[in-house]
């Protein structure tokens, strides 16, 4: 199972990014993916999810009706676009493959929000 992040960068507050990460090593379309952030001293936190065919999302509170999940099961990518970003969205941002009772990780991408 690998997966890789990008899409991150440093974003004005109100600006957008958008998030991709490509999959490879298992049957994509069979799993849900989720994106999760991580801010410097904090713990790392669900941010959206996706079911394996991609009709079901949900969203973590503090970023519903800003942030869009999507997947596309031919190219096996999830993305995350997040439009109008607040500092509080500063924070390193992991895509998740839960495989069985495991749980399989990029790397992450850093996205900064900064004026």
């Known amino acids: 199972v690998h997966l890789v992040e990008s899409g991150g960068g440093l974003v004005q507050p109100g600006g957008s990014l958008r998030l991709s990460c490509v999959a490879s090593g298992f049957s994509f379309s069979r799993y849900t993916m989720s994106w999760h952030r991580q801010a410097p001293g904090k713990e790392r936190e669900l941010v959206a999810s996706i079911s394996n065919t991609g009709e079901t999302t949900g969203y973590e509170d503090a970023v519903q009706g800003r942030f869009f999940i999507s997947r596309d099961n031919v190219k096996n990518m999830v993305y995350l676009q997040m439009d109008s970003l607040k500092p509080e969205d500063t924070a390193r941002y992991y895509c998740?493959?839960?495989?069985?009772?495991?749980?399989?990780w990029g790397q992450g991408t850093e996205v900064t929000v900064s004026s």
């Open positions: 998740k493959a839960i495989i069985g009772s495991s749980d399989y």
